[in-house]
């Protein structure tokens, strides 16, 4: 990048702001000139602006067409709706992108595992279509359309070209949801012959479950609808070690949005304590969609050799580093590999 980049940063709540700060430490160390322009939204803001996503936050992400974000408290049963599903919504970000590769150090099930779930955002049962048929009768209507499953499966086969991987999974239960899941199967099936260079099979989703945790080497790219791709991404953060080190973005056409896909574990807030990985993974990933590859790869390998060696991580990777000393370390690291 020649000249500075505009990041929208959206440092979210409770652990957020912290976990923000460390990100944009070590992204200004990756030698990119990105220009930060922080925008609040959660509860944080809720009491000033009088709503948890001020027009503004929209508008500064729409002009700089990217944003990493931390995450952002969600009121359960009352108050306002999720601020993530909102900004799904409003920027049409529909593809969802969550990688879960192995890295040294992590305790987890498996090891040199490199899998990537490309999950559907926008339709299927999150449509937000419910009612209460009466007090003892509720309906939730499963939307799937043909332009959202084509969309979404050229997106994991342009991807999975993109960075050299060899297979696409499809994962449904049309056996039993011959329509909704038919539709997406179908499509998928009809997207897969226009690359043939990448190999393509599907999977019933219960089935899919038990596979990635008996054989996840089996798999490489894994496409599915939204309620199926909730689930088995977070089973495939567990197979590598859980969500302390999960990152993830969402992808419109010409937007797309970075995240840890952990919350905002309130209950540490201010205490300097929490793994910064996933923050950092998103910002390395969201490196890669900027077309800077050394940098993204410098961030992924820097944090790789920190938590490698063990020395300063945090309590949840059996250290007793702070979130800033981590990301301290990291920077560090990062001279050190160039
Ligand atoms: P959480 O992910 O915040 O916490 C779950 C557990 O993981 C807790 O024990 C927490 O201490 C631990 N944890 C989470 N992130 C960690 C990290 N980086 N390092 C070390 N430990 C970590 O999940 P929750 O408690 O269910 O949710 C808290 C709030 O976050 C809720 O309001 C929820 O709606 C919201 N949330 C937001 C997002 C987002 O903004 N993308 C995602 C999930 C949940």
């Given at each position: 990048m020649s000249a500075r980049t505009r990041v929208t940063m959206i440092p979210g709540d409770g652990t957020g702001p912290e976990l923000a700060a460390a990100a944009m430490k070590v992204m200004d160390a990756a030698g990119v000139g990105i220009e930060w322009d922080i925008q609040k939204a959660g509860a944080d803001i809720m009491e000033e602006a009088?709503?948890?996503?001020?027009e503004k936050v929209l508008e500064s992400i729409r002009a700089n067409g990217v944003a990493l974000k931390g995450p952002i408290t969600t009121p359960v049963?009352?108050?306002?709706?999720?601020i993530n599903v909102l900004l799904r919504k409003e920027l049409d970000l529909y593809a969802n992108l969550r990688p879960a590769r192995s890295i040294e150090g992590v305790k987890a099930p498996y090891k040199g595992l490199d899998l990537v779930m490309v999950r559907e955002n926008t339709?299927?049962?999150?449509?937000?279509?419910?009612?209460?048929?009466?007090?003892?009768h509720a309906e939730s209507i499963k939307i799937i359309t043909r332009a959202a499953s084509e969309r979404i499966a050229h997106f994991a086969f342009d991807y999975a070209a993109r960075e050299g991987r060899k297979k696409v999974t499809a994962i449904h239960k049309a056996n039993i949801l011959k329509m909704s899941d038919g539709l997406f199967l179908e499509c998928a099936r009809k997207v897969a012959?226009?690359?043939?260079t990448i190999e393509f099979e599907d999977r019933i989703v219960d089935n899919m479950a038990m596979q990635l945790v008996q054989?996840?080497?089996?798999?490489d790219v894994l496409l599915a609808p939204n309620l199926y791709g909730d689930i088995i991404s977070d089973l495939c953060a567990g197979l590598v070690?859980?969500?302390?080190?999960a990152p993830s973005g969402n992808f419109g056409d010409h937007i797309a949005v970075f995240e840890p896909?952990?919350?905002?574990?309130?209950?540490?807030?201010?205490?300097?304590?929490?793994?910064?990985t996933a923050i950092i993974l998103s910002g390395a990933l969201m490196l890669r969609y900027l077309g800077e590859e050394a940098a993204a790869d410098r961030v992924y390998n820097a944090t790789a050799a920190v938590i490698g060696e063990g020395?300063?991580?945090?309590y949840d990777l059996g250290g007793d580093a702070g979130t800033s000393q981590m990301a301290d370390a990291i920077v560090e690291k990062m001279d050190s590999l160039r």
């Open positions: 009088g709503t948890p996503l001020p049963g009352h108050g306002f709706r999720s339709e299927d049962l999150y449509s937000g279509v419910e009612r209460m048929v009466d007090p003892d012959e226009e690359y043939p054989k996840p080497q089996l798999y070690g859980g969500l302390g080190v896909v952990h919350g905002s574990a309130p209950k540490y807030t201010g205490m300097n304590k929490v793994n910064p020395k300063t991580v945090t």
